[in-house]
């Protein structure tokens, strides 16, 4: 089996005690769910495969290693927070001039994400104003900019109306199909019965248990 994403000796260690560690971890492209309690390492470990925070170890995405090639590795990810947070005084449109540039995402893509995630004109208005449920489709938009081959979203589904969930699930059915692989975690069960899971992986305590 070919995989898209591997870590080996993989180690993220807190101040506070805190570690998490995965020896080995080997995944096919395809959609993948991370299970686990708050405090078992979920967000942790997104952040390290997203980029964001340093850990030991190696992360390779098609071959790419995070470590030797950053902003290669970089490119090739998108990454939306479960609790996302914004300058207050900029817009959406802001964040996505950066960001779209960064990611070199044509603008048709910017309009479409725009109608498929229901965000419309209100993206020229100041974060400050957003509701918790604008703040998340408003993350979800700029993980998906450029050509990622690996969207990572932590609990993408939580304060989006049943009519947003359903269009973010369509979402990903329909990148999946042209060969964008996710990781998912997500406390909602409802929207990911519609998601064709490959691997369901669980963290206890910063430990892989399980991986089914």
Known sequence: M????????FRKQYPLGFSLEIKDLNLPSGIHL????????????????AGIHSAEGEILLEGISL??????????????????LFPSF???????????????????QIEEL????????????????YSSGMLKKSALLLAFLG???????DEPFTTLDRESQERLTQLILDLSETGISFLLTSH???PLNHLPIRIRLRL?????ISHE
């Open 2 to 9: 070919k995989y898209f994403l591997s870590l080996s000796d």
């Open 34 to 49: 991370i299970l686990g309690e708050n405090g078992s390492g979920k967000s942790t470990l997104l952040r390290a495969l």
């Open 67 to 84: 470590s030797s090639d950053p902003l290669a590795y970089r490119m090739l990810v998108g990454f939306a927070e479960a609790e996302p």
């Open 90 to 108: 900029l817009s959406l449109d802001d964040l996505i001039q950066v960001v779209a540039s960064s990611k070199k995402a044509p603008i048709n």
């Open 114 to 129: 725009k109608v498929i995630l229901g965000i419309g004109d209100y993206s020229s208005n100041p974060i400050g104003s």
């Open 147 to 153: 050509t990622p081959k690996l969207v990572i979203l």
């Open 188 to 190: 909602q069960s409802e």
């Open 204 to 208: 206890i305590d910063g430990t892989l």
